[in-house]
C-alpha cells in the first residue's frame, strides 16, 4: 500500500474509535437509548474490507455497524443525529444504532436480526447477476460484500444463503468477523467448527485472515472481491477480538479484565501505529495530531447531533414502507 493510503487508513481507524469512545459517554447520558453495539477492537477488518470496494459495489452488515458506515465514506455527523434520534440523522432518527444506511453508497444496512441479512446480500448479489446475464446490462458489475459475525454462520440463513450463493456463482463476498465470542458465549462452546471458514468450504473458496492488520485485510479482501466479480462468491474469516462488550450495558460476566488486557497487544490501531513509527511514516508528533484533529472534529459531531431537532411527531407514520408497496 501507499504511504497516503495507509496515513488514511490509520485516520479512518482513529476515528472509528473515537466514534464509538463517544457514543459509549453519550450513552451514559442516556443521550443515546436502545441496544448500542461498539466496533471497539475491529477497525482494521472494517477499514481494510471496505477499502477494496468500488463505488458500484454494495455493502450489507451486521448491528454492530457503525465501523462499517464510517469506512465506507458516511458522514459522522448524520450518524450521530441518528443515534441521538435527531431528524438530522441517516434515517431521520427513527433506525438508530442498528440500522444505518446510505442508498448513495449502496449501504443497505445495519440488520438487528442475526443472519438474516445474509439472505439478503445473497438476493442483491442475484439481483445484479440476472440484471447483467438475463437482461443484458453490461454496466451491471457490482459485488456484494456482506459482513456477520461467528455467531450467525450457526443459523439456517447462513447454510442457505452460501448454498445459493454457490448454486448461481453469484458475485458476493462473505465475511465473518470472528471475534470469538456469540455475545457472551465463546466460540468453543457455540459451535463445533471453530475455524468458521471451513463451513462454507464445500461451497466456495475462502480463508482465515488477520483482522488485526489492515494491510493484510485490504490485501485478502481485495483477492476476494476481484474472484466475487469474475468467477463467483469467496469467504474470508477474519481472525479479531472486540475490546468492549457484547452491547454498552454488557457487564462481561464471561471474561475477565485480565482476559482483555491481554488481548491489547493486537490492538490494530497501535499495530499499525508502530508499524507507520518503524517504516518512517508516521512520528508520535504527527500521531498525536492525528488524535487531537480527530477529537476536535467529534466534539463538532457530538455538538451537531445535541443542536439537532427531534422529528417531528407527523413524520411516525412515514417511510415505514416502500412506496409502491
Known amino acids: ?29 442516556a443521550r443515546i437509548g436502545g441496544f448500542l453495539h461498539l466496533y471497539v477492537g475491529q477497525e482494521a477488518v472494517a477499514v481494510g474490507a471496505i477499502g477494496a470496494l468500488k463505488a458500484q459495489d454494495h455493502l450489507v452488515t451486521h448491528y454492530r455497524d457503525h465501523g462499517h458506515a464510517l469506512a465506507r465514506g458516511l458522514e459522522p455527523k448524520p450518524l450521530m443525529a441518528e443515534l441521538f434520534g435527531r431528524s438530522t440523522g441517516t434515517g431521520k432518527g427513527k433506525g438508530g444504532s442498528m440500522h444505518f444506511a446510505d442508498k448513495n453508497k449502496n449501504f443497505w444496512g445495519g440488520y438487528a436480526i442475526v443472519g438474516a441479512h445474509l439472505l439478503l446480500a445473497m438476493g442483491i448479489a442475484y439481483s445484479i447477476k440476472y440484471k447483467r446475464e438475463v437482461l443484458g446490462q453490461a454496466d451491471q458489475d457490482g459485488v456484494v460484500m456482506c459482513f456477520f459475525g461467528d455467531g450467525a454462520t450457526n443459523g439456517g440463513e447462513f447454510y442457505e444463503a452460501v448454498s445459493m450463493a454457490a448454486l448461481y456463482k453469484l458475485p458476493i463476498v462473505f465475511l465473518c468477523e470472528n471475534n470469538e465470542f456469540a455475545m457472551g458465549t465463546p466460540l468453543s462452546v457455540h459451535t463445533s467448527v471453530t475455524e468458521i471458514h471451513k463451513k462454507a468450504s464445500p461451497f466456495m473458496p475462502g480463508e482465515r485472515v488477520n483482522g488485526n492488520d489492515v494491510e493484510e485485510m485490504r490485501a485478502r479482501a481485495l483477492y476476494a472481491v476481484n474472484h466475487a466479480r469474475t468467477e463467483g462468491p469467496y469467504f474470508l474469516e477474519a481472525m479479531t ?19 482483555i ?4 497487544s493486537g490492538d490494530p490501531i497501535a499495530l499499525l501505529k508502530q508499524k507507520l513509527i518503524d517504516q518512517n511514516l508516521l512520528t508520535e508528533k504527527q500521531a498525536k495530531q492525528i488524535e487531537k484533529d480527530v477529537e476536535k472534529e467529534m466534539d463538532a459531531v457530538v455538538q451537531f447531533a ?20
Request: charged residues 35%; proline residues 6%; glycine residues 2%.
Open 306 to 325: 445535541e443542536e439537532s431537532p427531534a422529528p417531528d411527531l407527523s413524520e411516525a407514520w412515514t417511510e415505514i414502507y416502500s412506496k409502491p408497496l
Open 261 to 264: 488486557n491481554a488481548r491489547r
Open 241 to 259: 477480538y472486540r475490546l468492549r462488550g457484547h452491547s454498552a450495558a454488557d457487564p462481561q460476566m464471561y471474561r475477565t479484565r485480565d482476559d
Open 1 to 29: 500500500m501507499e504511504k497516503q493510503d495507509l496515513l488514511a487508513d490509520y485516520r479512518t481507524m482513529v476515528l472509528i474509535r473515537s466514534f464509538e469512545e463517544h457514543c459509549q459517554q453519550q450513552y451514559t447520558r
